[in-house]
């Protein structure tokens, strides 16, 4: 159990490091070096868990991806409550968020996010069902869309608003479309 809980903090420390590198560099610019010194720990021990910054940088996009994943299915026949827990999530995680949202390292991982089958129906239950499978399709897109720039403008400013206000401005808007 013990290691457990050191091989938990070892990657924390990695992810923590990562963040606060990526938030000035580029990850290509990052070394594997720069990164254990940053984090505190020994190379070794990063090579016994990732071969790459790349490698570590996907683990965190997937436990985000997971987490979001985990928060919406907890509503899946409530949207409103789906939006507000994703936020929540992106609230939780916003230097992670951030710079990934703002494509500094992966301009893939809004795609990818979007992809996900929870937030394509939690999406598509404001879609009408006698719109043809092509305007289903440009629906989605232009409420997906347009939810992830509210978003990407939302982790950007210095005073955010809460999680709540960010959906209640969501839904003010899915409702009038």
């Not at 409530?78 to 390292?105: A, G």
């Amino acid at each position: 159990m013990g290691e457990n809980q050191r091989i938990r903090l070892t990657k924390t420390l990695l992810k923590d490091a990562l963040v606060r590198l990526l938030n000035e560099q580029n990850i290509y610019s990052i070394s594997i070096r720069e990164l254990c010194d940053t984090a505190e720990i020994n190379r070794s021990t990063f090579y016994k868990y990732y071969g790459s910054q790349f490698d570590l940088l996907k683990e965190m996009e997937d436990d985000l991806i997971e987490t979001v994943t985990d928060s919406i299915a907890k509503y899946p026949s409530r949207p409103e409550r789906s939006f507000y827990e994703t936020c929540k999530c992106i609230d939780d995680n916003y230097e992670l968020v951030r710079i990934l949202f703002n494509n500094n390292v992966d301009p893939m991982f809004p795609e990818k996010i979007f992809a996900l089958p929870c937030i394509q129906d939690t999406i598509s239950q404001y879609i009408g069902e006698s719109a043809s499978q092509a305007e289903r399709e440009y629906q989605f897109h232009f409420l997906a869309y347009g939810m992830y720039q509210v978003i990407k403008v939302w982790i950007n400013k210095e005073n955010r608003e809460s999680p709540q206000d960010i959906v209640d401005l969501i839904m003010q808007q899915i409702l009038a479309y």
